[in-house]
């Protein structure tokens, strides 16, 4: 099978998408073809989350039907019963004495632009629909959870990449919406630029010669900033995917350690003010070693393939609402 150089690249694992466009919102689903086993590690102070508890090492379950990445805060959370009801018609869940229960854990990201908009979204049947969507191709940019993420003073998005290496698969995807900025402070080029591959994100390299932010692009920045712009509604979202067989203690391990993407990509990153998480799943399609030198190498490809996740999630955003999108702001600077 080609590879698409995105999350769905490990074989067994698909993701939906469903937008309401009204409201510029949406979800992501990312969906098993079998119970995926599935860690995760917060790293944010602000997340917003549904069954998460039950992905940490001492957890009764140890694998998922669903990981459902939402628009709307805690309101965008239901998009997970919605995943629920479309994972039970397909006798899909933890089985119990009365049925299938699936398990679908969710965070979600800060998207309303309009105190009066939460009431009007219908996030559970968002959440079907991106069941229902789950494929192995999907878009970039404003879609699903992308929908309406800003990403620092830029329009955020819904970024994906994939690595393979000495028989390893790593994939990811990230739902851009950062209190930090992607770009550097002269906007020359995105600051993962270093582990870009063919120009995914525009060749971009930083201007070295004028690395600090001067009065001229400080103004320049500022404008590109949106005067509904908060700073306490911040979140970057991700998800990470192996096609070995790896234990949730060590995937736990291997997101921890993917934490430094954030720090590659966005400056600041894991603030206060950020509710970031990253998941990561595996879909037991390969067995390993488990060596100390096996785990490594799953770490630092996880680290560079997420860092560039997040700029494709930048790089693909188009501009919405009065939010410029990077590559606007790139040659508007020039």
């Known amino acids: 099978m080609p590879q698409l150089d995105l999350l769905t690249d490990v074989e067994g694992v698909f993701v939906g998408q469903a937008e ?21 590690h917060c790293c944010g102070g602000a997340p917003a989350t549904r069954e998460t508890d039950i992905l940490h090492q001492d957890g009764l379950v140890e694998k998922i039907d669903a990981i459902m990445l939402c628009g709307g805060s805690a309101f965008g959370l ?16 933890f089985l119990t004495s009365a049925g299938h229960v699936p398990i679908v854990p969710a965070a979600a990201i800060f998207d309303l632009y309009d105190k009066k908009t939460s009431e ?15 494929t192995k191709n999907f878009q970039l ?7 309406g993420a800003r990403a620092g003073p830029f329009k955020g998005g819904i970024g994906s990449a994939s690595t393979q290496e000495s028989g390893l698969t790593v994939s990811a995807l990230a739902v851009v919406n950062s209190f930090g900025s992607p770009a550097f402070e002269n906007l020359s080029a995105l600051r993962a630029w270093e582990f870009e591959k063919l120009g995914e994100f525009g060749g971009l390299t930083p201007d070295k010669k004028n690395t600090k932010k001067s009065k001229k692009n400080t103004e320049k920045e500022q404008k590109l900033i949106p005067k509904q712009n908060r700073i306490r509604e ?3 979202l991700c998800v990470l995917a192996f096609n070995c067989a790896l234990p949730k203690g060590l995937l736990r391990r291997i997101a921890s350690a993917a934490q430094s ?10 603030t206060l003010f950020d509710g970031d998480i990253i998941f990561a799943v595996s879909s037991e399609k390969t067995k390993v070693s488990l060596s100390p030198e ?27 609402k009065g939010i410029k999108c990077f590559r606007n702001a790139h040659s508007s600077c020039k």
């Open 20 to 40: 309401d466009d009204a409201h510029q919102t949406g979800v992501t689903a990312i969906c098993g073809e079998k119970p995926l086993l599935a860690a995760l």
């Open 78 to 93: 239901a998009a997970a019963d919605g995943a629920m009801d479309a994972l039970v018609k397909k006798n899909k869940g």
């Open 120 to 134: 009007q979204i219908d996030y559970k049947m968002l959440g079907q629909r991106a069941i229902k969507n789950a």
């Open 141 to 147: 940019g404003n879609f699903g959870a992308g929908m």
């Open 234 to 236: 911040h979140t970057t």
């Open 261 to 270: 993407a954030l720090a590659i990509a966005i400056y600041p990153a894991l």
């Open 294 to 320: 096996w785990l490594e190498l799953c770490e630092r490809i996880a680290c560079k393939t997420l860092a560039r996740a997040i700029a494709k999630g930048v790089w693909y955003a188009e501009g919405t």
